[in-house]
């Protein structure tokens, strides 16, 4: 009798623990693939910290094949889905198509950037949503603040010395709390000219920051950026974005180099491709997190509307902690659907939300319990330091450095601009000259008829600019949230063809609800796992050299992460 073939789609925090959960309880008795872009698991929450210098990029990603050595990996990217033939089509690396038949599918293909109908947004922003786009920003804001020490007028100082970030959620709250850190202290060893010094805003369309979030929680981290210099900003977004700065909705111009988008995200396009129920953008599935009339495949983590059975007629965040968590109850219940054990629903218990502020900074409640300053600092790193699956000294020694000795602050330039545009179906990969979108081959290749992630967002267009989709509460909230830096003029042409194409609308967008959620609004953590996109564009911005035109190498960087929870 041949082993049951299982194939996972995603190594993110629910692919990942499907498949180590897994891989423990089959011991052997069968055959188990990974299908990932990338061959490592990235931990999303202390993707803040490698922006900001304090960990080094490897430091957040855990290898796949070093940690699961029971499971089959195979790179490459989802793009068609038969559950008739029970086949997954995908693409590797190099182009290379491939199937992979199976008799149980796990779909943790995560979330992607969500966009919102703002002229300019989709050209002059950047998300936060894989490696490569924290990689992209240590070097942008680095390179704005050396260009501005050389800029020869006051004004031109003062907009390369302006960062925008909007939302006010996790991530951006993090992205603000580190970058302004990390500017300061290079600012401090080396002052700039006529005094100027860098300045953050930090924008939302909330009340407060971390809406979703108790008071205390709220209030610790609005008064530690406050008191640090960083504009908070509530109740105001941005109308529209230029080369040269921002338009905000009470009117005022900001001229600025960097915007950075961090408003939420929706799940990856491939889940609507693949014909099944939705709501909002996830799968729908039983609270077994089973896709219905389809008992062999499960979803979990971002691509899945899993049933909040503490919330009748609800569903649960878009969060790290139950992309974790679902990842441990579909490999339990695959292993019940062979007579191992007895089938699980999904529940879940808070345990408490950390939130980290940089340096010793930060707020918590473990258990319930308000904490704040140094002693929040502690339990945040602790509680980060325990979830890591991996990696664990090497980034307790980089914390260790880094208080001790001032951080590098040098631009290596491994990603461009053009590389990691908004508008991305793979923020876990960087865009690679001369490749066409992986989905559109596969579109090409199979006719007309096929169905896939690119046709089903065509087919979607309208809906999306016509109707943002807001949630309630603290949904709303994050939808003009967060707005992540981006350099002016980057992305140009990367992006002028999808410039408001997609609304995003359809995703949820990420109502950080973790449990004991680790410092960001990262929406089961887990960045979609979808396909680098086409031919970058040659329009420059802070100072990066054009790309030259023209077909490149098809490899893909090994900067960006499957997902955090994908």
Known sequence: MSRPRIVIVGAGFAGYRTAKELSRKARGKADITLLNPTDYFLYLPLLPQVAAGVL??????????????????????????????????????????????????????????KLLPIPGVGDYAHGFRGLPEALYLRDHVTRQVE???????????????????????????????????????????????????????LLDIADRVLPELDGHLSGTADRTLRERGVEVRMGTSVKEATPDGVLLTDGEFVATR?????????????VESIGQP????????????????????????????????????????MTAQHAWRHGRTVAHNIAASFGDGEWQPYRHRDLGFVVDLGGAKAAANPLRIPLSGVAAGAVTRGYHLAAMPGNRV????????????????????????????????????????GRPDAREEARARSGPGAATARDTRSGREALDQDDPGPEKGAGQ???????????????EAVISEAKVREARSEAEPAENRPDFEPARNQPGGEPARNRPGRVPGETQDGGEPRPSPGPGPVKHSDADSSEGDS
Not at 58 to 86: H, K, Q
Not at 195 to 201: L, Y
Not at 477 to 491: I, L, T
């Open 394 to 433: 090497r980034v307790a020694a980089d914390w260790l450095l880094d208080a001790v000795l001032p951080r590098q602050a040098v631009q290596l330039g491994l990603v461009r601009s053009w590389s990691v545009p908004l508008e991305s179906d793979s923020p876990e990969l960087a865009r690679v000259p």
């Open 56 to 113: 080094e990029p490897r430091r957040v990603t855990v290898s796949l094949s070093g940690t699961l050595p029971r499971v089959r990996l195979v790179l490459g990217e989802a793009d068609g889905i038969d559950m008739d033939a029970r086949t997954v089509q995908y693409t590797g690396p190099e182009g290379e198509r491939g199937s992979l038949p199976y008799d149980r599918l796990v779909l943790a293909v995560g979330s992607v950037n």
């Open 258 to 270: 960097t915007l950075v988008w961090c408003v939420g995200v929706r799940p990856d396009p491939l």
């Open 278 to 317: 939705v709501e909002r953008g996830r799968l729908l599935v039983d609270p077994c997190l089973r896709l219905p009339g389809r008992p062999e495949v499960f979803a979990c983590g971002d691509a899945a509307a899993v049933p909040d059975l503490d919330n009748p007629g609800g569903f649960t965040p």
């Open 477 to 491: 909230v994050k939808e003009a949230r967060e707005v992540k830096d981006v350099e002016p003029s980057a992305g």
């Open 147 to 201: 260009l501005a020490a050389a800029a020869d007028d006051r004004a031109g100082r003062e907009a390369r010395c302006t960062f925008v970030v909007v939302g006010a959620g996790y991530t951006g709250t993090e992205v603000a709390a580190h970058g302004q850190r990390y500017t300061d202290a290079q600012v401090s060893r080396r002052p700039l000219p006529g005094g100027v010094r860098p300045r953050w805003i």
